[in-house]
């Protein structure tokens, strides 16, 4: 009788073991970027984390604890507690081959570092903003510590807007003549002498090929806007000086478009530099002075791909919708003809023909360059304020922001050599 008793009270207390489900639909979220911040907490609490692909939006199911419940509740995100056996019913339904979809466990919280220079407010940078919002924590660094191997120690590496060209962002026909352009110029080859080099251009091309090498060595970068271009350029252009006086204190070399390189890049071949350095352009791979899109008609779609044979685009696109706002910045979106073969376009305007969100492989590592300055600010200027991003807790733009963040979780880690 006993047994028996002790039998009766032992089994229902084993089929109520549960775990927590955070939807990431457009219906069952309210907050999608602070969810990411409370998959980042749950990881960094060694809790057991399965990303589930294009399920409900790219939901994610962790471990029943009670304090990641009191987490969701203190940070305003939906979850639903859900029973083993309904898990285990989710989790058979995503691995039938008749569904696209796929669970993908993510194994540790990944170190993250933004290259920004020193003095930069937050909502400068759109990924900063992002990182902020959803509690995500994150390491500031610059020239220095990347000259001096820092990026070792960290697993995904985001490029504020830089100009790895040496060329000042291209800022000077508008800004020459400001206070903070006058200053950061200062700055900037100030910082170079300090590393012993004798112009900014060649600093910054040194600190281009300790990020390649990075990658290459099995790291993750993520560059948004001007970052994505000059980067390319940046490592296409090693040796050859393609700066005007204004910039760097001397010509700009003979003939130097024969001379560039298309083998060093990551994403992009067979561009045209802008010579002129009136203009606010880098080169052709750059399509905003091409576009023909107002405002109200610009989207972007997001591609689709096989859940469980094409796992890291399809992690990368996750979202509540495949309609995405555009957004412009120095550097808008991509000509397609300049993208390499094997570099995948996960997001594309078919209206102007253009690439917004693109992805590929170097060596061990991976890349994503995304295209424009701030997902919720459609034509960002200089001096702008800030997007309040409590404003936009459900901006797809954002999402694939935070998907990358999270991309590098999922990955056996690599060593970076």
């Known amino acids: 009788m006993v047994v028996l008793f002790f039998l009766v009270f032992i089994l229902p207390l ?71 056996q309904m898990s285990f019913s989710i989790l058979e339904d995503i691995s039938s081959p008749s569904q696209n979809m796929e669970a993908v ?40 510590e990347v000259l001096n191997d820092a990026l070792l120690l960290y697993d ?16 000077y026909a508008a800004f ?16 170079a002498s300090k590393l012993g080099y004798s112009k900014v251009s060649e600093e910054k091309l040194d600190v281009a090929i300790k990020i390649r090498n990075y990658v290459i060595g099995g790291g993750f970068m993520f560059a948004m806007c ?17 700066a005007e006086p204004m910039f760097d204190g001397d010509p700009s070399e003979p003939g130097y478009q024969a001379k560039i390189d298309y083998n060093a890049t990551f994403a992009f071949t067979n561009f045209e530099l802008e010579r002129n350095p009136m203009v606010y352009e880098f080169s052709n791979i750059d399509m905003t002075s091409k576009r023909n899109i107002d405002k109200e008609s610009d989207y972007f779609t997001l591609m689709d791909y096989s859940a469980k044979w094409d796992v890291v685009p399809t992690m990368l696109t996750q979202n509540h919708t495949r309609l995405v706002k ?37 060596g061990k590592g991976f890349f994503t360059f995304y295209g424009g300055h701030d997902p919720e600010d459609y034509t960002h200027r200089v001096g702008d304020p800030k997007t309040e991003l409590e404003l936009h807790p459900n901006s797809p733009g954002y999402r694939l922001i935070l998907n990358n963040v999270l991309f590098p979780a999922a990955r056996k880690k690599e060593q970076k050599t």
């Not at 692909?53 to 009670?66: K, P, T």
């Not at 001007?226 to 393609?242: N, P």
């Not at 995948?344 to 690439?355: H, P, T």
Request: hydrophobic share 40%; glycine share 8%.
């Open 176 to 191: 020459r003549t400001y206070p903070w352009y006058i200053q950061d110029k200062k700055d900037a080859e100030a910082l």
């Open 326 to 362: 555009g957004f412009m910045g120095q550097t808008t979106s991509y000509d397609p003809e300049l993208i390499k073969p094997g570099t995948l376009i996960m997001g594309e305007s078919k209206l102007n023909a253009e690439a917004r969100y693109i992805h590929g492989i170097k």
């Open 105 to 144: 466990a993510l194994e540790k919280a990944p170190k993250i570092a933004v290259y920004s220079p020193r003095g930069n407010k937050p909502w400068d940078d759109a990924v900063t903003m992002a990182l902020t919002y959803a509690e995500i924590p994150y390491t500031t660094i610059y020239d220095e």
């Open 226 to 242: 001007s970052a994505t271009d000059s980067f390319d350029i940046a490592l296409a252009a090693e040796g050859v000086d393609i």
């Open 14 to 84: 084993k089929s109520i073991a549960s775990n927590i489900l955070i939807p990431m639909d457009a219906e069952g979220q309210s907050n999608h970027l602070k969810a990411y911040g409370i998959v980042y907490y749950a990881l960094e609490n060694q809790l057991e984390v399965k990303w589930l692909l294009n399920y409900r939006g790219g939901a994610f199911l962790i471990s029943d604890v009670e304090a990641l419940k009191k987490e969701c509740q203190i940070r305003g995100v939906d979850f639903e507690v859900i029973s083993d």
């Open 156 to 171: 995904w590496l985001h490029l504020h807007h830089e100009d790895f060209t040496g060329q000042y962002g291209k800022f």
